[in-house]
Nanobody, 118 residues
């Protein structure tokens, strides 16, 4: 059973920084893609950033240049460093992992709240 546990959320003022962590119960190298999504109240869940097994990254336009995703295979952990935070970044942030076999297996963490005050 795959478990993803997020941590690092909290309340921060606009312009501040936070670092989110996603710890996997097994080797993150077993996943083809890992990433962060977020969901604000009344909104759909949206992609924030992804990192592939090969280390390629991709970001939503709204966070490019401010957020950085990285992975530490030895610690089975994926990180999201968020700088220059804006009130519109306020959301529940979810860790996601995808495994591509005969079909796509999708795994989600429980989410961590990020609130940016103006």
């Amino acid at each position: 059973q795959v478990q993803l546990v997020e941590s690092g959320g909290g309340l921060v003022q606009a312009g501040g920084s936070l670092k989110l962590s996603c710890a996997a119960s097994g080797s993150i190298f077993s996943f083809n893609v890992m990433g962060w999504y977020r969901q604000a109240p009344g909104e759909q869940r949206e992609l924030v950033a992804i990192i592939t097994k090969g280390g390629s990254t991709n970001y939503a336009d709204s966070v490019k240049g401010r957020f950085t995703i990285s992975a530490d295979n030895a610690k089975n952990t994926v990180y999201l460093v968020m700088n220059s935070l804006k009130p519109e970044d306020t959301a529940v942030y979810y860790c996601n992992a995808k495994r591509f076999l005969t079909s796509v297996s999708n795994y989600w963490g429980q989410g961590t709240q990020v609130t940016v005050s103006s």
